[in-house]
């Protein structure tokens, strides 16, 4: 049998004064029937002895006896003695409560006091905080000022401005030439914004700064930007073509108009940042988080999104295959081993997916003509992805319906149209025939030649009949690509 120690703990005091009431009131009625308990009526006999002596001699002798009768306790009696009781329970009593509210106001005390240093030492903190952040703030002010002074002087002196000015033309064969002056300007400018992370205020005023003075469009180029905090900053219009933004943090930054083409941006943060109208081509994206970022209308050739996260991303006519300017959509390769005869050859960009997550991306309009490594499982889990324009190869493995369009507005600006032509000979076709503006007859075929003096096309049809110089607008190709 088990027996826990409970049972042996002293009982409190409050119960242990219940318990002896509770025996006495139950006792006392039984000790009054005994003599012996004192608590009854009780007698005594008492004898005394009274003699006469007269000249020595004893004349008489007289024996008294006198019985003494004692009564029971008296109501008066017990509440005596629950009176001559009760004087050292109430002392008791008092002293315990005495005792303890000393202890409840040692503890009020106590706590109030710990409460007031707890106050105390955090108001010392927040003082010393904002001396801090005061002192600070200073510090970075007149870091800003001396930049701004320092950057005057190369601007206010004629030579120094030259040669920082000096083959800024993006078509001369030297724009990307540099000089200790622009060398100079470009450390200062990076050193400073470094110095301003967390204080996006002032690394705006520093870009606006440069972006006043004309140097945001040459002097951010090739700039080493590696791990820097650039949250919120606004960059829009700037050149970073070439710049290491490795690792850095741009989230929510503006970068419209932004030329990062052939920039290391790989492990950067960019979600919720504006890429609109923005130059990526041959730009390394490894590992980014474009979450919530806007890209569209961006030129997004040969750029590389392998492992990033495009999840919720606006892609809306992004671009990786230029439809204006097809020359753009290579470069040509130079061959001379010294043995045979020289020769080049077309090698085209392609804008690599591979890993990339695409979960509710707007695809509206977006071109995957140029792509690699994208599966139809990874465009799947984007949001309008049957409105993005595909090559034939990803059009056939979504399982797509074949769209139609005009020749008319199918044709690159740039193609010649006799060349434009040729290439359709034997293209599936429908021609629609119209009058009034309503459509007459509808035919499927396939175009068999062209007109070079009208510009008009022959169609055989599915039937067998030949449609000779129809309208290039009677005529709707079967785009896959």
């Known amino acids: 049998m088990k027996i826990t120690k409970d049972i042996f703990k002293p009982l409190p005091a409050k119960v242990l004064l219940r318990l002896f009431f509770a025996i006495s009131v139950i006792s006392i009625p039984v000790l009054y029937q005994f003599n012996w308990s ?10 005394s002895i009274e003699k006469t002596i007269k000249d020595g001699k004893i004349i008489s002798v007289k024996e008294t006896e006198t019985e003494h009768f004692q009564s029971g306790k008296t109501l008066w009696d017990w509440l005596g003695l629950a009176g001559t009781l009760a004087i050292p329970v109430v002392l008791f009593q008092f002293q315990a409560s005495e005792q303890r509210r000393a202890e409840k106001r040692a503890f ?3 706590e109030q006091a710990e409460q007031l240093a707890k106050v105390e030492k955090q108001q010392a903190e927040q003082r010393e905080k904002v001396e801090k952040d005061i002192a600070e703030a200073n510090l970075r002010e007149e870091a800003f000022q001396d930049y701004i002074d320092r950057m005057s002087e190369i601007l206010i002196n004629r030579r120094s401005r030259s040669e920082l000015f000096l083959d800024t033309n993006e078509k001369s064969n030297h724009a990307n030439a540099d000089n200790c002056v622009r060398d100079v300007a470009r450390i200062r400018t990076v050193t400073i914004l470094r110095r301003l992370e967390n204080d996006t205020e002032r690394q705006n005023r520093v870009l606006h700064f440069i972006s006043d003075t004309e140097l945001l469009q040459f002097l951010l180029k090739t700039a080493n930007l590696s791990g820097i905090n650039l949250s919120d900053a606004n960059l829009s219009g700037a050149n970073l073509s070439g710049a290491n933004l490795s690792n850095a943090n741009l ?19 960019l979600n919720d940042a504006n890429l609109t109208n923005s130059n990526l081509f041959n730009a390394n994206l490894t590992n980014a988080n474009l979450t919530n970022a806007n890209l569209e209308n ?9 492992n990033a996260d495009l999840s919720n991303t606006i892609l809306v006519s992004a671009r990786t295959w230029d439809e204006e300017e097809i020359d753009n959509n290579f470069e040509l390769i130079s061959i001379d081993d010294g043995y045979s005869p020289p020769y080049q050859y077309e090698k085209f960009y392609y804008t690599d997916f591979s890993g990339a997550k695409l979960t509710n991306a707007n695809l509206v309009s977006t071109n995957f003509t140029s792509v690699k490594n ?3 499982e990874q465009i799947k889990e984007a949001k309008n992805w049957y409105e993005a324009i595909y090559n034939k190869k990803l059009f056939d493995k979504l399982g797509l319906p074949k769209s139609l369009r005009s020749i008319v507005d199918s044709k690159p600006r740039d193609f010649d149209e006799d060349v434009y032509l040729e290439k359709l000979i034997g293209c599936q ?11 007459k007859t509808t035919t499927r075929g396939e175009i068999t030649g062209f007109s070079t003096s009208n510009s008009r096309v022959n169609v055989k049809t599915v039937n067998g009949e030949n449609l000779e110089e129809l309208s ?3 005529i709707y190709i079967y785009m896959t690509e």
Not at 38 to 47: A, L, P, R, V, Y
Not at 298 to 306: A, D, E, K, V
């Open 472 to 474: 290039l607008y009677e």
């Open 429 to 439: 076709v429908e021609v629609r025939q119209y009058i009034d503006n309503e459509t």
């Open 298 to 306: 961006s030129c997004i050739q040969n750029t590389i999104f392998i």
């Open 38 to 47: 004192g608590f009854g009526e009780d007698s005594n006999k008492s004898k």
């Open 108 to 110: 009020v005390e106590k």
């Open 374 to 376: 994208l599966t139809p």
């Open 251 to 269: 989230s929510g930054a503006n970068l419209s108009d932004a030329n990062l083409s052939g920039a290391n941006l790989s492990n950067i943060i």
